[in-house]
């Protein structure tokens, strides 16, 4: 993953922490349009949209899904540390 899209996506993982959906979705969308193979990343981070909307939190099992999305290395601890 270049630089710039792993950026976005860190900033995309704390806004999810936070309950920041707005953010959450731009920050996914931008890492999107640099690396278009991460498809799975962005369904977690709207999953994760979704139920904040609907439930005012995320599962445990939609951060794991967000944990499997992103795979090993620094993102992962990321999320990691975010789960609420």
Known sequence: MQPKAEAFVEEAIRAV???D????????????????????LVD?????CAEIEE???????????????VGPGHLLVVVETSRE
């Open 17 to 19: 922490a936070i309950h």
């Open 21 to 40: 959906v707005a953010e959450a979705r731009i920050a996914v969308a931008q890492a999107y349009d640099i690396d278009h193979t991460l498809d799975p």
């Open 44 to 48: 977690a981070v709207h999953l994760a």
């Open 55 to 69: 439930d005012g939190l995320v599962s445990i099992a939609t951060w794991n899904t967000l944990a499997d999305a």
